[in-house]
């Protein structure tokens, strides 16, 4: 039995070698909208923790979360809310052990970024 | 040398020992907030922009405070876990273990804190 590569394995993954494309990109923006989520939601936690303070702590609160600023971060965080759970439910289609195969898998990528904006659209002008 | 087979050198070890149970709880967490997450969005979007005596009155009744409830409690679960195994694929040694506390902190720092804020609000 070969007993090589013990210790010092590469970390995953190899982005600096990996040439880009639509499964990779969509895999990728998975984690970095999860992450970057987490702005957005901080901003949602000060803004009840303002909203369960008092009416002057609130309209400072409110008043950044609804200035151009905010409203940019929060459209973005709304796209991104939406695109991680696209991307999310076609984890979980996945874990069924479908959908796998190349094609399939880019059809559902297309399918992850067009319902990410529409969702946003339509959920920036209900709002 | 190592009269070793490959599958025995692997058992215990990362995801051979933990992994499977990680992705089972991100499966129920996921699951969770594919219902929440639609539900938190209309509520919240609705309140978001309202005077102060508006978003207090709304915040208020039941069901809006229990969707925000769960969707904190379940996405801060679901972040810090997702942020953790992202910080295990690319941080080593002493950072992934700062880094994994710093995230963990964070997210029941502002789970608790919007948890007593909704509390407040509600009662």
Do not use: C
Request: charged letters at 10%; hydrophobic letters at 55%; proline letters at 3%.
């Amino acid at each position: 039995m070969a007993d090589v590569n013990r210790g010092n394995r590469p970390l995953s993954p190899h982005l600096q070698v990996y040439r880009p494309q639509l499964t990779s990109i969509t895999s990728i923006l998975t984690r970095i909208t999860g992450n970057a989520l987490l702005a957005g939601a901080l901003l949602v936690v000060w803004w009840f923790l303002a909203a369960a303070t008092g009416s002057a702590y609130f309209d400072l609160v409110d008043g950044i979360l609804t200035s151009w600023i905010g409203n940019v971060i929060m459209t973005l965080s709304l796209w991104a809310l939406w695109y991680h759970f696209a991307a999310g439910l076609r984890h979980l289609y996945w874990d069924t052990g479908r959908g796998l195969d190349i094609p399939t898998a880019e059809k559902l990528g297309k399918l992850v970024i067009a319902f990410s904006l529409i969702m946003t659209l339509i959920t920036v002008i209900i709002l | 040398m190592d009269y070793i087979t490959d599958r025995k050198r692997a058992v215990g070890h990362g995801a051979a020992k933990s992994g499977t149970q990680k992705h089972w709880a991100m499966q129920i967490s996921a699951v969770a907030l594919a219902i929440l997450v639609p539900l938190f969005v209309f509520t919240f979007g609705s309140a978001l922009g309202g005077s102060y005596e508006e978003v207090v009155a709304y915040y208020s009744r039941p069901f809006p405070v229990i969707v925000a409830a769960l969707t904190m409690i379940v996405g801060f679960l679901h972040f810090k876990n997702g942020a953790t195994t992202a910080i295990e694929d690319y941080a080593r040694g002493t950072s992934r273990k700062l880094l994994i506390l710093l995230v963990t902190f964070v997210a029941y720092t502002a789970m608790a804190t919007v948890l007593f804020a909704l509390a407040r609000l509600a009662l």
